[in-house]
């Protein structure tokens, strides 16, 4: 089983910043392509971020130029950071991985809320 925990959500300002992190098991981190995704009441999932296995990234266009995503292979984590963030941002966000042809796994989710 691969297991996806989040964390580093929380409640902060319009225009401020957050990093989230997912810490994976399941022993083969560095061969899935990660991603976040979130999702706000009344509206889809969406994709915000990835990053593969060779360290190519992509963004969704809503937050380009201001979130990063990373991993650390050696500590089994992904990264989100989150700068100049906007009330819109506010969703629970998702971590994912993910093997070339094989299914999706979760996280439990970690809320965002930005508000002033």
């Known amino acids: 089983q691969v297991q996806l925990v989040e964390s580093g959500g929380g409640l902060v300002q319009p225009g401020g910043s957050l990093r989230l992190s997912c810490a994976t098991s399941g022993r083969i981190f560095r061969l899935f392509t990660m991603g976040w995704y979130r999702q706000a009441p009344g509206k889809q999932r969406e994709l915000v971020a990835s990053?593969?296995?060779?360290?190519?990234?992509n963004y969704a266009d809503s937050v380009k130029g201001r979130f990063t995503i990373s991993r650390d292979n050696a500590k089994n984590t992904v990264y989100l950071q989150m700068n100049s963030l906007e009330p819109e941002d506010t969703a629970v966000y998702y971590c994912?991985?993910?093997?070339?042809?094989?299914?999706?796994?979760w996280g439990q989710g970690t809320q965002v809320t930005v508000s002033s």
């Open positions: 990053i593969t296995s060779g360290g190519s990234t």
């Open positions: 994912n991985a993910a093997l070339v042809a094989g299914p999706h796994y």
